[in-house]
């Protein structure tokens, strides 16, 4: 598990036991939130016990349950551009879904949850999703971990071997391997786990096909009247890391080409990966200057009066394979264990 992940799941279990976020919640929830979603899927691994990208999916039931909990909460279910209003203006509680990266299941099964709940959403396409031209890294390195015994790869120039035989070392290499090519340089990342499906014969055009909407789908589902479409850049690679240059042609060239090809203003962004070490003051800078009416980061937090002077970089609340108890969400809803990993800081933007 992630230290962020850790350390959030640590902090709701202790307000959880001891109810002291109903307490706080008056002064910690804000004045809304954004939630985040990647997957919304039956769970069905292909091999029990390794599914190490589950952190990134629920289950339908779950999404049902978790969005009736939200409204019983006193959030009501708003568009990214009216939570935005909202930040700004003042008004009641609000939560905005916001859906990353395109999957189908965001259509197939979020979509009819949406439905019943009434509740709008906006999803960030990377356009080199769409076009099958970006690369699943985290995917691939999952499907080729499936298949070998073992894996080698080159790390700051130098070779790391892990075993690979059982799903509990299969689990243990991703876990290893993920984290450790996260923190290197994109080029390094991609060249590492694009060895490593060649190797044993993954090939990510087909992983995108079988799991990512196409342009035709995502411009019928954009047209959707719950859905907006937001931009999520082009090559889907960790912004901070790269060029200035490249972090603005990325997120520019997205928007373009999506209002491009969708007919409609694409006024959000989110940053891909969206952490600190992908996502800083520079790149808030500029998705303002790429003329995005707002940015969303994945750094944890509810919204509070004050991001409506950080607009380009919003924090949101991961609704994902972490956390599968409604109880957890009620703690994670109260705003006090993300206080809690913000360090009491309602705003952390640096
Ligand atoms: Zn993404």
New binding site residues.
């Given amino acids: 598990m992630a230290f962020k992940h850790k350390v959030i799941a640590a902090g709701f279990a202790a307000f959880r036991l001891s109810g002291l976020h109903r307490v706080v919640a008056p002064l910690t929830r804000g004045r809304g939130v954004i939630l985040t979603f ?1 997957r919304v899927r039956p769970f069905s691994p292909p091999t029990p016990g390794y599914a190490p990208n589950r952190l990134l999916e629920i289950e339908p039931d779950f999404f049902d349950a978790a969005l009736a909990l939200v409204r019983w909460l006193g959030f009501d279910f708003v568009s990214l551009a009216e939570a935005r209003r909202r930040l700004i203006e003042g008004g009641p509680r609000f939560a905005a879904m916001t859906f ?2 395109g999957y189908r299941d965001t259509r197939d099964f979020a979509l009819p949850i949406l439905e019943k709940h009434g509740a709008p959403a906006t999803v ?1 396409f ?1 356009t080199g999703f769409l076009d099958r031209t970006a690369r699943l890294w985290w995917l691939e390195l999952e499907e080729a971990l499936r298949r070998l015994d073992a894996a080698t790869v080159a790390i700051d120039g130098r070779a790391l071997t892990v075993a690979a035989r059982t799903p509990a070392e299969k689990a243990a290499a991703f876990e290893r391997l993920y984290w450790a090519l996260r923190a290197r340089p994109e080029e390094e990342l991609i060249a590492a786990t694009g060895a490593l499906a060649e190797q044993a014969g993954v090939s990510g055009a087909a992983i995108a096909d079988a799991l990512f909407m196409d342009w035709d789908e995502a411009a019928a589902f954009a047209a959707h009247p719950l859905i907006a479409a937001g931009a ?1 850049s082009r090559a ?1 690679r960790m912004l901070a890391k790269g060029a200035e240059a490249e972090a603005r042609a990325e997120m520019a060239g997205s928007k373009t080409e999506l209002e491009g090809r969708f007919g409609c203003a694409v006024d959000a962004f ?1 940053y ?3 952490d600190k070490t992908s996502a800083g003051p520079r790149e808030f800078a500029l998705a303002r200057q790429a003329g995005f009416a707002c940015a969303v980061t994945t750094r944890p937090g509810m919204l509070y009066a004050e991001h409506a002077a950080h607009l380009w970089a919003l924090p949101r609340v991961s609704v994902n394979g972490m956390w599968r108890s409604l109880g957890d969400l009620e703690s994670l809803l109260s705003g006090a264990p993300l206080l809690l990993w913000n360090r009491g800081r309602r705003v952390n933007v640096e």
């Fill in positions: 990647h990353d990266d960030f990377a999520h889907h989110a891909p990966v969206g």
